[in-house]
C-alpha cells in the first residue's frame, strides 16, 4: 500500500512558478510515477510521468515548461512548474503505479489546487 500526499498548489499570476511535491509513504523505486491535472469540466490528463521504463513523458502543452523529477531516497516526486498560464489552472494529482504479475497497484493522492490569476 501506498500514500501519496500532495503539496505546493496555490495562486500564482500568470508567467509565474510554483513547485508541487508528492510525498510516498513507501518506497517508490520501482513505481511510475507521474502528475495529472483535473480541471472543471474536463476529464484527468497526464503532465509529465516517469514511465516504469525509466522514461519521461510530458503533455505537449507544459513541454518547456514544467519539469518533473523525483528523489527515490525521499520517496517524493516533484513538479516544478514555470511560465504557468491561466489554463494551466487544475487540480493536480500524483500518482504511482506499478505492475505485479498481472496485477496493476495504482494509486492517487489527493491532490492540489493550482490556480493561475491575475
Known amino acids: 500500500q501506498v500514500q501519496l500526499v500532495e503539496s505546493g498548489g496555490g495562486l500564482v499570476q500568470p508567467g509565474g512558478s510554483l513547485r508541487l511535491s508528492c510525498a510516498a509513504s513507501?518506497?517508490?523505486?520501482?513505481?511510475?510515477m507521474g502528475w495529472y491535472r483535473q480541471a472543471p469540466g474536463n476529464q484527468r490528463e497526464l503532465v509529465a510521468v516517469?514511465?516504469?521504463?525509466?522514461?519521461?513523458n510530458y503533455a505537449d502543452s507544459v513541454k518547456g515548461r514544467f519539469t518533473i523529477s523525483r528523489d527515490n531516497a525521499k520517496n517524493t516526486v516533484y513538479l516544478q512548474m514555470n511560465s504557468l498560464k491561466p489554463e494551466d489552472t487544475a487540480v493536480y494529482y500524483c500518482?504511482?503505479?506499478?505492475?505485479?504479475?498481472?496485477?496493476?497497484?495504482?494509486?492517487w493522492g489527493l491532490g492540489t489546487q493550482v490556480t493561475v490569476s491575475s
Open positions: 513507501g518506497n517508490i523505486f520501482s513505481y511510475a
Open positions: 516517469f514511465t516504469s521504463d525509466g522514461n519521461l
Open positions: 500518482n504511482a503505479n506499478t505492475r505485479v504479475s498481472v496485477v496493476l497497484y495504482n494509486y
